[in-house]
């Protein structure tokens, strides 16, 4: 069995993605789900390909306690579509975005917003805001909507796993 396989994606990958994709990755394997879920990310813009991610969004990440990796930031590419089960939008344009470029309307329907995996979220405001012309603070908000998120995703995707 192949595992279930998730790209967050963000404007530039270097922010919103790469956070929710460490988070994801980190609750999957706390889960016992590390076999069974596979996570990457990406960007809509190429503007950023090749760097690390926002060293403010690796601060936060850390002092929580999450392990940081190397990340190296990519585009999303229409093809990427047939490699994914799910494409998560971090705000309300990558989901406009990404839905005009999925070659097939099954591809479009892969797409969902990441707080929309959040019971607690206001249905009027799903979008996870970019902090990268923001204060240090605003990674910390960022990541506190992620963590909420991504529990809700994954509890969302444990109950269609195969028991």
């Known amino acids: 069995m192949r595992p279930y396989r998730i790209c967050f ?30 996570v990457d990310s990406a960007g809509t813009g190429r503007w950023h390909v090749g760097d690390d991610a926002d060293p403010r969004a690796l601060t936060a990440l850390r002092r929580r306690g999450y392990p940081i990796g190397r990340h190296c930031a990519r585009q ?46 206001d249905p009027t405001d799903l979008d996870v805001p970019d902090p990268y012309y923001a204060r240090a603070a605003e990674f910390d908000y ?8 991504c529990r809700g995703l994954l509890a969302e995707i444990r109950a269609d796993l195969p028991a």
């Open 9 to 38: 994606i963000c404007s530039g990958n270097i922010c919103r993605s790469p956070t929710a994709e460490i988070v994801t990755r980190h609750l999957a394997a706390a889960a016992g789900l590390a076999d069974l879920v596979e």
């Open 76 to 121: 999303f590419q229409p093809a990427d579509f047939a490699e994914r089960d799910l494409v998560v939008a971090l705000d309300s344009g990558h989901l406009r975005e990404l839905r005009q470029l999925a070659p097939t309307r099954e591809a479009a329907a892969a797409v969902r917003l990441l707080r929309s995996f959040d019971p607690a979220a």
């Open 142 to 149: 960022v990541l506190d909507l992620v963590e909420t998120s």
